[in-house]
C-alpha cells in the first residue's frame, strides 16, 4: 500500500497516546480505527474523494509532513474526505511584516488554494497575535494603549496580504479575545499536573511531567534529550533550543507591562504567546485537525510547545499533517536592517514593483528550499508577468466573447507538478511551456475562436492556484479623468444634463464612470 509510511508514523503517534491513557488521568481517547475518526491506511484511495482527476488519471496530494518527516498522500480526518482544517500561524502585530514573513503567507495561500483546486472545503484560521513580550515593550516605549498599537498594524497586514493576492482566511483569532479559553487550557494542565506556579508567581508548562507520563517532546525535531542541558525555567516567548526548557503558560504581571495584563486565577497576568496558538486553533478547528503551517523557524519551541500544550491537556493527537516553509535569504544574505537587505512588503512598492510580481517571486521556489530573495529576481518576475498577460491579452482579443470549456493538456500537468509536494517550479514550467505553445500557434494564426477561449479556460483554472490575476487596468487617460471631474462639478452645481451628457460622452471614449463614496471610479469597457 502507498500509504505505509503513513500509517507507520501515525501509529507511533497513536501507541504514544495508548501509553498515556495507562498513566490515568487522561479520559478515554476513543482511536476506533477504521471507522473512527482517524482514516485507515487501508482506506481505499479509489474512494477517496479530493484527489486530482484529470484526463481519467487520479492523483492525490503528497505533502512532505514534519511530524512523521516523510512525503505522505494527504488525507483529511473528515470522514467524508471533504472538510480540511487548517491553521497557519499569524502575525505578530507590531510592525509591518517583511518579506520573510510573507513568504510563508504565500505557501500557506498557495497550501489553502491548492486544497481548493482539489475541491476540499477548507477553514483557514490564522491568529492574530496581539500581546507578547516585543509588543508591551513597544506600547510602553510610545506610550499608547494596546489596542491602538496592535489595530495599525494588523490593518496593515490585511492590507498587505491582500496586495500579495492572498484570500483573507475565514478565521482570524486575536490572542486578547481568546483569554477565557487560553485560562481554561492552562487550569486543565495545572489539574492534569503537567503545568505548575512558580515562585515568581507565573505558570509553567513542565516538560518533566510531561515525559514523565510516556508523551514525547519533540516530535517535530526529534530531540535527543541525552544532548540537551537539563531543564530551566524561561519566561521568555523565544528561547534557544540547546536547552528544553519549561515554558511561560501565564505570566505574572510586572510593573513593565503597564496596563496589559488580565486577572485569572492564577493571579494577574498575560498568556504566554505558545498557549496562545493552542487555545485558538483548537476552539476554530476542534482538538484534533488536519494541517498546521508555519515557517520553519517556528517548530521549536513554538510549535513543539504547542503540540505539549495541546495534546498534554485533551490527551488526543493534536495535528495530523505539519507543514514548515523554509527560510528566506535577502541578496544571499540573512536579512537584517544593517546590512541594508531587510525589505517589508511596502519597501518593495516604493521602489516600484507590484503585490504580483512579489507574489510570483515568492512563489517561484519550492517551500522547503531556502530561497534567495533578490531585487535581480524582482526584475525578472516582471519580465515573466509580462510575458503571461501579453499572452492572455491576445487570448482574449482572440475568443471575445466565445465560451469553452477548458483545454486540459496544462491543467492536467500543472495538477500533477503542484500533487506532487507542491513543485511550483515544474508547474511555472508547465506555465510556461504552455506560454510558448500558444504564442506560436498565434503566430501560425492556426488558433480558432474556441481553442483560445480552451485556452483562456485553462489559464484560468491554473491561475486560481498561483492566484496572479489579471493584469491591473491601465489609469483612465488624462482627458478622460479631466471630464469625470467635469462631471462631479456639474453634479454639484445641480446641473444634472451637463452631468448626464459628460457621462454619455465618456461612455463613447470607451469608459465606464461610477459613482463611488469617495468621488468617482473608471473602468475601461
Ligand atoms: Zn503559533
Known amino acids: 500500500m502507498k500509504f505505509a509510511g503513513e500509517a507507520g508514523a501515525w501509529q507511533a503517534a497513536k501507541s504514544t497516546f495508548a501509553y498515556f491513557i495507562i498513566c490515568g488521568f487522561i479520559r478515554p481517547l476513543g482511536f476506533a480505527g477504521p471507522t473512527g475518526i482517524f482514516p485507515s491506511p487501508e482506506f481505499p484511495l479509489s474512494v477517496l474523494p479530493g484527489a486530482f482527476y484529470f484526463a481519467g488519471q487520479q492523483m492525490a496530494l503528497k505533502l512532505f509532513n514534519t511530524l512523521t518527516h516523510s512525503i505522505q498522500e494527504f488525507t483529511p480526518l473528515d470522514p467524508a474526505g471533504k472538510k480540511v482544517g487548517m491553521y497557519c500561524c499569524g502575525p505578530t502585530v507590531y510592525d509591518f511584516a517583511h518579506i520573510g514573513n510573507w513568504r510563508t503567507f504565500v505557501f500557506a495561500d498557495l497550501v489553502r488554494r491548492t486544497l481548493e483546486f482539489n475541491d476540499y472545503q477548507v477553514t483557514h484560521v490564522m491568529n492574530i497575535t496581539d500581546v507578547e513580550d516585543k509588543i508591551i515593550k513597544r ?3 510610545q506610550q499608547t494603549s494596546l489596542r491602538e498599537f496592535t489595530g495599525k498594524f494588523e490593518t496593515a497586514f490585511l492590507d498587505d496580504l491582500k496586495t500579495l493576492g492572498c ?7 486575536r490572542a486578547t479575545g481568546h483569554i477565557p479559553e487560553i485560562i481554561l487550557l492552562i487550569e486543565k494542565l495545572v489539574a492534569r499536573g503537567i503545568a505548575y506556579r512558580a515562585p515568581d508567581g507565573s505558570v509553567y508548562f513542565s516538560i518533566e511531567k510531561y515525559r514523565g507520563c510516556g508523551c514525547q517532546y519533540g516530535q517535530l525535531l526529534k530531540l535527543n534529550f541525552d544532548e540537551l542541558r537539563p531543564g530551566e525555567r524561561v519566561a521568555s516567548d523565544e528561547y534557544d533550543k540547546e536547552s528544553v526548557a519549561d515554558f511561560a503558560l501565564w505570566k505574572a504581571r510586572t510593573p513593565e507591562d503597564g496596563s496589559v495584563f488580565w486577572p485569572s486565577p492564577f493571579g494577574d497576568g498575560r498568556p504566554g504567546w505558545h498557549i496562545e496558538c493552542s487555545a485558538m486553533s483548537m476552539k476554530a478547528l476542534g482538538e484534533t485537525f488536519d494541517l498546521h503551517l508555519g515557517g520553519e523557524d517556528l517548530k521549536f519551541p513554538h510549535h513543539e510547545d504547542e503540540i505539549a500544550q495541546s495534546e498534554g491537556a485533551t490527551g488526543k493527537p493534536f495535528v495530523k499533517h505539519w507543514l514548515h516553509g523554509a527560510h528566506l535569504l535577502v541578496e544571499g544574505k540573512k536579512m537584517s536592517k544593517s546590512l541594508g537587505n531587510f525589505f517589508t512588503l511596502r519597501d518593495l512598492l516604493a521602489r516600484g514593483f507590484s503585490g504580483r510580481e512579489v507574489r510570483y517571486l515568492l512563489l517561484s521556489a519550492h517551500y522547503r528550499e531556502t530561497f534567495n530573495f533578490t531585487l535581480d529576481g524582482l526584475q525578472g518576475a516582471k519580465t515573466a508577468m509580462a510575458r503571461i498577460d501579453e499572452c492572455v491579452g491576445k487570448l482574449r482579443g482572440i475568443a471575445k466573447d466565445h465560451a469553452a470549456a477548458p483545454e486540459p493538456k496544462l491543467v492536467s500537468a500543472f495538477a500533477k507538478a503542484l500533487a506532487d509536494d507542491l513543485n511550483v517550479s515544474a508547474a511555472w514550467g508547465e506555465v510556461f511551456k504552455g506560454v510558448s505553445e500558444t504564442n506560436r500557434r498565434i503566430a501560425e494564426n492556426s488558433l480558432s475562436e474556441t481553442a483560445a477561449a480552451a485556452e483562456l479556460g485553462a489559464w484560468e483554472q491554473v491561475d486560481s492556484v498561483l492566484g496572479i490575476g489579471r493584469k491591473p487596468e ?22 444634472f444634463k ?3 451628457a459628460i457621462r454619455a460622452e465618456v461612455k463613447g471614449k470607451g469608459w465606464l464612470i461610477e459613482d463611488t463614496t469617495k468621488g468617482f471610479q473608471l473602468k475601461k469597457l
Open 139 to 141: 506600547v510602553h516605549e
Open 167 to 173: 484570500k483573507e482566511p475565514h478565521v482570524k483569532p
Open 474 to 495: 491601465a489609469g483612465a487617460p488624462p482627458e478622460i479623468t479631466l471630464l469625470a471631474e467635469e462631471r462631479i462639478a456639474a453634479k454639484k452645481a445641480k446641473d
Open 498 to 500: 451637463r452631468a448626464d
